[in-house]
């Protein structure tokens, strides 16, 4: 299989890139403009009541970002016009027919013009509301797969998905994809349709019991997370995306397609420069809870590998495969893009760089003095922290709770403060726990192809690398990743 040129691929070709304001389709759309001013045209489809909300969304939430630094520089007095003829920002919304488009117009055109449709949109959080999840990373796959059939001459259709739609298996993790309805545990009866009757059929009760937005919310999360492990998933997130799948595999009929599955996503390693990254994700929340002095206990196993891979080794393995598949159109591929075959990383590593970047480079606290760190204390089973929770908290609380009765409720602020901080530490423990002792490794077969062939054929391999063999983690955390998180913190 031989991949030429990606320039030449990218020259004058139309892409359609969905969730536009997210965090790899703003690397994407940097790098696609970096490299190839000579593409005709990146449509963003972003959420958004209007054209003027969405030209507002584009400017302050995309090309206004730091990112797009190099990019500026590059392009100097030009780049607002480099910028207004090249992206084409559309409001719309992915959980509709034709993408929630109302322009007759634009819709035609985007039709016939398309080349390559990447569909970026999705909501990460694990502990989403259901309707929300299976609206946006289920019901959106299957609108895309719907509009992608449209367009006359589409060359490929991507769709990123993540390795963890894996949910708790062990061992090795191959590069498989799902059939309609297949679940993890062996549960028949998976059915979307079902599902969206489940959600509906819940909504119509809590209004019926007139319940608080607040209540809503809670009684749909909890029926996410019940119906994602009623067939094996651990959590919303991953038994949304895992149906996403399904309706790709299911509906995509003809259509050229690749589903990209990466890792855990973390700043980037060198592009556009090293160590951008937006938002706190969920190892770089453990980062900033341990650098603040609030995190003092680990739970999970420290010799676990935990698979990580930069944002833009992700964003060169989509244009590299979006380019081998719309040149030698094959079965649906799926490639998973991450680092635990390759290039192992373990929790304890990470302990390590955490410990020594923030001895170094102390957190200054609210009153301006640096907070001291220290190894944290590991907690290696959920028996074992179970038992610490009761010993330093749930006595308290069960005191609290004594108290209080004794003194008609005079301890009743306490008590529920804690009871509630209590509950939130719970859940997050039960619904991230799969991934703290995650024991296995995500096979890699496809992309390593995928990177042989490009190392092989591809002319400008160099700028679209994405093996994580190259890098040096020890570097990458202590000189790129953790300053990168304290500083868009402190931005």
Not at 341 to 366: A, C, E, M, V
Not at 462 to 491: A, L, R, T
Request: proline fraction near 3%; aromatic fraction near 10%.
């Amino acid at each position: 299989m031989e991949l030429g040129s990606a320039l030449q691929f990218l020259d004058n070709k139309s892409i359609l890139v969905t969730g536009g304001t997210g965090f790899l389709a703003k690397i994407f759309v940097e790098k696609i403009l970096r490299v190839q001013p000579n593409v005709k045209k990146l449509y963003l489809l972003v959420r958004a009541a209007d054209h003027k909300s969405a030209i507002h969304r584009l400017h302050h939430e995309i090309v206004g970002k730091d990112l797009f630094r190099n990019l500026k520089e590059k392009c100097g007095i030009n780049f607002s016009s480099f910028i207004a003829q090249k992206i084409t920002v559309i409001p719309g919304d992915l959980t509709h027919q034709d993408l929630g488009l109302h322009d007759s117009d634009l819709l035609q055109l985007l039709c016939k013009e398309l080349d390559v449709l990447l569909n970026l949109a999705a909501t990460t959080n694990f502990d989403e509301r259901y309707d929300v999840a299976l609206d946006l990373n289920t019901l959106g796959a299957k609108y895309v797969v719907d509009f992608a059939k449209k367009c006359a001459k589409l060359q490929v259709l991507v769709h990123v998905s993540t390795a963890y739609v894996s949910g708790e298996r062990s061992g090795l993790i191959v590069e498989n994809s799902y059939r309609m309805g297949e679940t993890l545990n062996g549960v028949t009866g998976l059915d979307v349709n079902i599902e969206k009757q489940v959600v509906e059929d819940q909504l119509h009760l809590l209004r019926l019991q007139g319940a608080s937005d607040k209540d809503v919310t809670i009684a749909m999360k909890d029926l996410g997370i019940q119906r994602a492990r009623l067939y094996g998933w651990p959590n919303t997130y991953v038994f949304t995306k895992a149906m996403g799948e399904m309706m790709v595999g299911e509906l995509k009929d003809i259509i050229p397609a690749v589903i990209i599955r990466p890792t855990i996503i973390t700043s980037t390693y060198k592009e556009p420069f090293p160590g951008w990254v937006e938002g706190i994700r969920t190892i770089d929340s453990l980062a900033v809870g341990y650098a603040k002095g609030k995190l003092t206990f680990f739970l999970g196993d420290l010799e676990a590998i935990v698979d990580v891979i930069p944002a833009d080794m992700v964003v060169n393995a989509i244009i590299v495969a979006m380019i081998a598949e719309a040149r030698h159109q094959q079965p649906q591929t799926i490639y998973q893009v991450g680092s635990s075959i390759r290039n192992p990383l373990r929790y304890s590593n990470l302990q390590d760089y955490g410990f020594r970047y923030f001895t170094k480079n102390p957190w200054i606290n609210k009153d301006g003095k640096p907070v001291i760190v220290s190894k944290v204390t590991v907690m290696n089973s959920m028996d074992s922290f179970q038992r610490y929770m009761a010993f330093r908290y749930l006595l308290l609380l069960k005191g609290l709770e004594l108290a209080n009765a004794a003194f008609c409720h005079f301890f009743q602020g306490v008590y529920s403060n804690l009871n509630r901080k209590i509950n939130w530490v719970m859940r997050l423990v039960d619904i991230y726990r799969p991934y703290l002792f995650f024991n296995a490794t995500f096979d890699d077969l496809n992309t390593e192809k995928l990177r042989m062939t490009a190392r092989t054929s591809l002319v400008e391999n160099d700028m679209f690398y994405f093996d994580p063999k190259s890098i040096d983690w020890e570097d990458y955390f202590m000189n790129i990743h953790i300053p990168g998180i304290v500083e868009y913190i402190f931005k």
